[in-house]
């Protein structure tokens, strides 16, 4: 792949990833302040956010830093709040298949926003697929990397009433999921994630509703299996 | 903790990540096939993702609080209206979020 190419790539996959770059620069700069409030210096939420690159599971690693020293704890944790990321692995397979060495980057910074972006937004014409999504994952998590470093140093120094302003990431994740949702052939999916995941946060708390809710989308969709393999079929004239 | 144990708690939470991230592809790698309920599942999975991730934004939300989550429920509709009648993400996105500002800031304090 020619410079050109990945230029042209870098070019298509920017405007994507606007709506990710306000809501990671404020986030990230909100985490930076809160890791640097904490007490930690100022290169650590840059650390985390570059090692680590998932949002809200940063949050809680300021708590877990707070504790009393557990490794352990701290893994088994992670494996839980992070367990959703199971599905956007299972849904990429497919679409990542072709992306050669740069697909260990891309999977490592599957983010629930890059995930969404990269399962929705097409290419123009011409455009390299891969480089696009890798791309997309690039931009994204230097958003990230930007904010949380900018939050570290400056932190103390921001002052205005940014109240209600993360309810910007809530916006995007529905957003995408609208624009899925009228594209798509049918909304048995949709409507099943939806239900189901209610369902598990009324059984279940904030803390624990995730799993039971990804088992329940599992077992869903697996006993539609029948009818919706037919659809899918019908309505691509029996193309697979 | 001393900074050696910091780094290593913070080695452990990228690792779990990571494993959770990785843990499809290392299943089912691209070298070989796929079996078909899994390949299934990649087809009718990401709908369904898209939808747990909707209501996982809104696991924190007290529905039972004083604002009964309708700063929530109000600015989501808001999108949803908007997104369907003028079909423009920014649009959508921006008049969302300072609804949502505007709601807790002013009328939900």
Known sequence: MDKGARAAALRAAFPHTVPVMTGYLFLGTAYGIFMKTSGFPWWFPMLTSITVFAGAMEFVTVNLLLQA?????????????NARHLFYGLAMLERYREAGRKKLYMIFGLTDETFSVNLTAEPPAG?????????????DHSYWVTGA????????????????LDFMMTALLLVIFLNNWMHEKHHWSSLIGLTVTVAARLLFSAATFVIPAMIGIIGALTLLRAPLQRISDERTGGAS | MTLTQLLITIAMVSLGTIITRFLPF?????????????????????????GLLVIYCLKDVDFAGAAHGLPELIAMALVTALHFWKKNTLLSIAAGTVCYMALVQFMFV
Request: net charge positive; no cysteine.
């Open chain 2, 26 to 50: 290392i299943l089912f790698p691209a070298g070989r096939t796929t079996p078909k309920y899994i390949q299934y599942l990649g087809r009718v999975l990401p709908p369904a993702a898209l």
């Open chain 1, 149 to 164: 470093t900018l939050g570290g140093i400056f932190g103390s120094l921001i002052q205005f009433n940014a109240r209600g």
């Open chain 1, 69 to 81: 020293f557990n490794p352990l704890n701290a893994l088994a944790l992670t494996l839980m709040v």
């Open chain 1, 127 to 139: 455009v390299d697929r891969q480089w696009f999504m890798f791309f997309i994952t690039l931009l």
